[in-house]
């Protein structure tokens, strides 16, 4: 290096330095997620990095990659790290077999990579420690880069680096329910991000800075607006605007989707009808499909809301959903879409219980849907809440590819004030067994393809993302968004695993406060399902917003969006007979499941209250089940005080401004969760005749009270 060369390195160096200590002061508001890169503690122990070698491959996928990298490493090693002319000591190496003709000499197992995989590899190369991130394309080396920052960043050692990895599913994409006049339904951080007036002449940073979260996970797809859909998206102005999204999006390997509300030719295109079967409405969609590629012409495809809660659909025509799917994906096949269409269904005429319909609906088309259509399946038969068994048609549309759907965003979850880590959530479900192939046929297996072999897979999350200088609300909330990402990549990942690696990249390297914070997150759904709807009870929230507790609310136009239907307590019993002496939904799952779920006795105690009608004086345990249900509510509400005081010893490990958030958040959860219990105690011991158990303590405000609250502006309503 020259004289003025050295100078002006070390003036970087220095104006980096500074600008990496400044960061927690400016940065600490959460916006940076877990990219925030923090300098790894030990200055000693960095690992020996000179710089990144990244050889030819000058496309928009490949500079995302390497730029990242150096970013990313600069702020983890607290020193620039330049790009390198040739391989070094302590280069990273960020190569394809046709960028680096040299990685075809090392014998590499690439092929089982595909065109999303990589491989990090420590290994000497003439002579040179390098660290290899290797991969059969530049979209393989963006995931490859963020999993090395990812690995260092979780304290993680170079020495011996030896990870493969490719993705379990195709379609990992993230559904934003955001309306075009900028609100989010079930959005609980804001308003939605895109500026839809501003665009397509102003693009924001904030949307790149959300790309590379996404890539950074592997997220490859995104719903722009929500499934209760405008069909205005679909029209030209709008369509400029999905542009100018998809081009910013795009150099992250992210491919823009959009909601199609099925009434499109209708409501915009002209046409007197939507029949799918009629000439001019497929004419319509096949037109509408080669405009939309000529602006986006990587675009991924629709997701379809229709005949559900109002929308409008096939059947409106006498058609069923696959007539439906099969008609707009007839339109994107020529360009390589794909349909998502959902299966969250319930009429609004039929007296069938309401969890068995979408079974009752769509099994019966199994193998009638067209080679680019996904079914997307919510992981439960009834709605988000916070436990359900998991949806019954998982393995039982053999013939018919289906998508996972996840609700990120905390609609029955305490929206983003209360602290719910979703991880073991979606694990529960992921890794719960269908048999549908025998036993082992999990609800993961079944969705990346294996059990069934389909080759077109995909898992959706309803985002959590809002306007929010911390895109989510709650800096726990973050954790949902990353834990969604990174169980699509790989569904069999552990929650606590998550949890961890999340941590230490959001918060603090240190190991105790790893360990206990991953305790306060793993525990917390739980603490959840307690306070709110504990052995089995669901859907007994507010009305409309769904904020806080409902049990009693009967009034309602239709049965099911009663919280008395879900429940169905009175003076004898309390619980929702799904036995064959009841609604007989247990059949809807493959035998060895229908038969434990059609017996109490095998019945987990989570779903007891779900699949069986019991007297109050059922025994549950050593107790009553009127007993049982005050003393879980009762645990709802202490574990959340212990969450309050298990993060108040945290301090130190936090920078001041979220420590201080999350701990305000707590008490908020911790009066809610109080609430929560209090109403439904209140309520059911009404209901009951029962009064509450000695030793307990009795609800402070009457149920009139409890009653009488209205919530006429809470976030989110639909
Ligand atoms: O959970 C319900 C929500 C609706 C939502 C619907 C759906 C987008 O309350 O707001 O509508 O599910 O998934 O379609």
New binding site residues.
Partial sequence: MTRPGRVLGVVCAVLFAAATFAMPVRGEDGYQLWLRHAPLSEAATRPAVTGVFFPGGETPLGNSAAGELRRGLGGLLATPVPLLEGVEAGAVVLATPETWPALADLDLPLAGLGEEGYLLRRMVHDGAPVTLIAANTQRGLLYGGFALLRHLGGNGALEGLDVASAPAIDWRVLNH?DNLDGHV??GYAGRSIWDWWRLPGQTEQRYVDYARANASLGINGTVLN???ASALVLTERYLEKVAAIADVLRPWGIRVFLSARFSAPRDIGGLDTADPLDPAVRAWWKAKADEIYRHVPDFGGFLV?AN??GQPGPQNYGRTHADGANLLAEALAPHGGVVFW?A?VYSDTDPEDRVKQAYSEFQPLDGDFADNVLVQV?NGPL??QPREPFHPLFGAMPETPLAMEFQVTQ?YLGFSTHLVYLGTLWEEVLDADTFAAGPGTTVARVIDGRAQGHALTGIAGVSNIGSDRDWTGHPFAQANWYAFGRLAWDPELGARAIAEEWLAQTFSRDAEFIAAAADLMMGSREAAVNYMTPLGLTHIMGTGH?YGPAPWVDELGRPEWNPTYYHRADDSAIGFDRTASGSNAVAQYAPPLAERYGSLATTPEEYLLWFHRLSWDQPVGDATLWEALVARYDLGVTQVRRMQAEWAKLGTYVDEERHARVARFLEIQGQEAQWWRDACLAYFSEVSGRPMPEGTAPPPHSLEHYRSLKFPFAPGD?
Avoid: I, L, P, T
Wanted: aromatic share 18%.
């Fill in positions: 329910w339904e079930r929500n499934v209760n809301k559900s809660e959902r969250f919510k709605d988000f609609e769904h639909g």
